[in-house]
């Protein structure tokens, strides 16, 4: 009860904010942009709040307290507060039935449903999860379990204890805050994760009707949404079958992704489908933020275009006809400003001017949701800030973008200075990389790769562009400087993470792929033919890979019947850390401890210094000095040693590894006896 309560307050906080800077073009889009605002806020709040009571018995308590607080505050403040004209006003909708809009959102809120627990689910108590999702379950689901049952504050990642947390976790906080207040934890994360790609699909929605003035274009693009990898491999996949009833047999039976032929790294693991939502469930929301923020641009830029437009001074501009609004060919500023002459135009600027300055306070507030980011999704705070940058290089208005930009990185980077403190930063790793995963690459090799990996969404992108006004291809010129950034650029120690401005980018390409099918469409039905099967050819690699998602081996951790658990929460404290076998995912973890060294690479691309504590693991596993080896121990805080099988295979000390050191001289506290896990032993590391 406790978390619906907290959630509705959360959407109401994130809508009485909202209300004051930005208009709606539907209940819809309105909802989506006060839950997505209401999740950044109140967790970032929440935090901090459970932060400045660190010392407190129960500083998620004292956190959400605050938050109620500041739901009062902003309630009251805003009931007060006189809202802007332009927020006041509303925006026509372009001609369309409800009903069907409805009707899509429906299907997209069974889609996500499906997506999220068939990735992710806790039956009989366990935790499920797929295997090609357990490097992300592993370590995000450990790092709630930390706030939840540990006791996480200054927070730590439970893979690397004893250094501040380099990673954007506040999405998985928020998910341990709503099982700390009655939900269970998988419930949390799914139910967030649900309404977060939910409100991302409704911006998207609201985006390619705010660019394009049809909702039949807005719809196909809230489909398109879920089938955005439209990749080639399917091609060769196909012909490699033994006939329609062989293909239909592997297709309904897959476990793994569609090759796509390249060697490369990461070109199996799904990067560019759908599952990548399932797998990073904070990405949606992080996304949603930024589309929050375009809606409010789009809107903003159209709405001066207009004013300028029905200017006394400007009675020679005139907007173009229904019939071409409706197909989406929209003048911008620069457009308008270039029919008016002399004084008129400084007249009509001027005017505009003086509009713009009267939404300085929504410029700010954008920027700084831009600049919250990037605890939440520190990709998208790079990807808004490239987005954002390449919009002031293509659009007028710039001092009033420079404001935005200059926002979101007054705010932004110093949290992305503390995320890239330690190892990191220290590397000396060059900021320039050419290729991006391809080894030797040529500008023929990257050409070739994203003709083969985009496939038929470049034949539809070329011809939206082709009857899409001057002001649609600068948009989307900008909007393509994140694919220049992913093969120039290596944003953090592993350029693979470059995908995730591949996936953004991916995005914005549907929204335009959905306009090029709506054209396409018009007219006839050999043409409504042709739009269909352009739109299977595009999306039918997509529909491939959602076979493997349902198929996928399940990895089961056992939690709440299961005897080591039920010992580690009744005999250790919330902040005891366990020195074992580099865990990824185990009962140790999902109780909210911490091991001394987790999963390596998960830590080596947070960017910690790994080599490092590596190198004092083996030096605690060689020592045979009794005293000496409860010195380092103590020195690493270190208070049980926990040794199974894994452990006694570990390659880092398996040639000098000897178990009878602890045996003859620890205290043995915890034996699996039913042999569930891996034949683990923990041993109390003596007090003196």
Same mark, same amino acid.
């Given at each position: 009860m406790l978390?619906?309560?907290y959630l509705a307050g959360m959407v109401y906080f994130g809508d009485c904010l909202c209300r004051c800077f930005y208009r709606f073009k539907s209940i819809q889009q309105r909802l989506a942009t006060a839950f997505l605002v209401g999740l950044l806020l109140s967790s970032i709040i929440t935090y901090l709040g459970a932060l400045a009571f660190a010392h407190t018995a129960q500083p998620l308590m004292a956190g959400n307290l605050i938050f109620a607080v500041a739901l009062g505050l902003i309630a009251v403040k805003t009931l007060r507060r006189p809202r802007s004209s332009y927020a006041d006003d509303t925006d026509a909708r372009p001609a369309g039935n409800d009903n069907w809009d409805w009707l899509c959102l429906f299907f997209c809120f069974v889609f996500s449903c499906w997506l999220m627990w068939v990735t992710l689910?806790?039956?009989?108590?366990?935790? =499920?999860?797929?295997?090609k999702s357990w490097s992300d379950f592993g370590a995000n689901l450990s790092v709630s379990q930390s706030f939840v049952l540990g006791h996480n504050f200054p927070s730590e990642h439970p893979f690397f204890p004893g250094e501040p947390l380099r990673y954007h976790f506040l999405f998985w906080f928020q998910a341990a805050n709503l099982a700390f207040l009655g939900m269970s934890l998988v419930s949390s994360v799914n139910f967030l994760s649900i309404l977060s790609m939910l409100a991302l699909v409704i911006l998207v929605m609201t985006f390619a009707e705010s660019l394009f003035a049809s909702r039949a274009v807005s719809r196909t693009a809230a489909i398109l949404f879920f089938f955005?990898?439209?990749?080639?491999? +399917?091609?060769? +996949?196909?012909?490699? =079958?033994?006939?329609?009833?062989?293909?239909?047999?592997?297709i309904f039976n897959a476990t793994q992704f569609v090759n796509s032929g390249y060697p490369y790294r990461g070109e199996d693991w799904g990067a560019l489908t759908v599952g990548i939502f399932a797998n990073q469930r904070h990405l949606s929301s992080g996304i949603g933020i930024l589309f929050t923020v375009l809606i409010f641009l789009v809107d903003r830029y159209k709405r001066a275009a207009a004013e300028i437009s029905e200017s006394p001074d400007?009675?020679?501009v005139h907007l173009r006809d229904a019939e071409e609004v409706q197909r989406g060919k929209l003048k911008t500023l620069r457009n308008l400003l270039q029919n008016l002459s002399g004084g008129k135009v400084r007249g009509a600027l001027s005017s505009s001017r003086t509009n713009f300055r009267d939404e300085l306070g929504a410029l700010l507030f954008s920027g700084a949701l831009i600049g919250l980011l990037p605890y939440w999704n520190s990709a998208v705070?790079?990807?808004?800030l490239i987005v954002l940058g390449s919009l002031w290089l293509f659009f007028p208005y710039r001092s009033y973008l420079a404001c935005l930009i200059g926002m979101a990185m007054l705010v932004g980077l110093p949290q992305v200075l503390m995320l890239r403190a330690g190892n990191l930063a220290q590397t000396g790793q060059s900021l320039f990389h050419w290729g991006y995963t391809i080894p030797n690459p040529t500008v023929w090799l990257v050409v070739k790769y994203l003709a083969w990996t985009f496939g038929v969404k470049w034949?539809?992108?070329?011809?939206?562009?082709?009857?899409?006004?001057?002001?649609h291809r600068r948009l989307f010129l900008a909007l393509s400087g994140l694919v220049l950034v992913v093969f120039t650029l290596q944003l953090s120690t592993d350029v693979f993470n470059n995908h995730k401005l591949l996936n953004l980018w991916t995005i914005f390409a549907t929204v335009y792929a959905a306009y090029a099918l709506w054209r396409i469409g018009k007219g006839g039905f050999l043409r409504v033919g042709l739009a269909a099967v352009l739109a299977l050819a595009v999306s039918f690699g997509a529909i491939l890979d959602l076979f493997p998602l349902q198929n996928d081996v399940v990895i089961t951790i056992p939690h709440q019947n299961d005897r080591l658990t039920n010992w580690i929460l009744q005999n250790t404290q919330p902040s005891d850390v366990f020195l074992t076998h580099s865990y990824l995912a185990h009962p140790i973890l999902f109780s909210g401890r911490k091991v001394f060294l987790g999963y390596t690479l998960f830590a080596w691309t947070a960017g +910690?210094? *790994?080599? =490092?504590?590596?190198? *004092? +693991?083996? =030096?605690?596993?060689?020592?045979?000095?009794?005293?000496e080896l409860v010195r380092l121990l103590k020195q690493n805080k270190i208070t049980y040693v926990g040794i199974d099988s894994d452990l006694r295979r570990n390659s880092l000390i398996k040639e000098f590894f000897d178990e009878s050191v602890f045996q003859e001289n620890f205290q043995k506290v915890f034996e699996d006896t039913e042999h569930l896990h891996d034949n683990l032993r923990i041993y109390r590391v003596p007090d003196k």
């Open positions: 978390a619906i309560l689910d806790f039956p009989n108590g366990d935790f =499920q999860f797929g295997f955005t990898s439209s990749s080639l491999s +399917y091609i060769p +996949y196909l012909r490699s =079958q033994a006939g329609i009833s062989g293909a239909f047999t592997s400007s009675t020679n705070f790079i990807s808004a034949l539809l992108i070329a011809v939206a562009l082709w009857f899409l006004s001057s002001s +910690y210094n *790994v080599g =490092q504590r590596e190198a *004092v +693991y083996k =030096q605690i596993f060689n020592e045979r000095n009794r005293d």
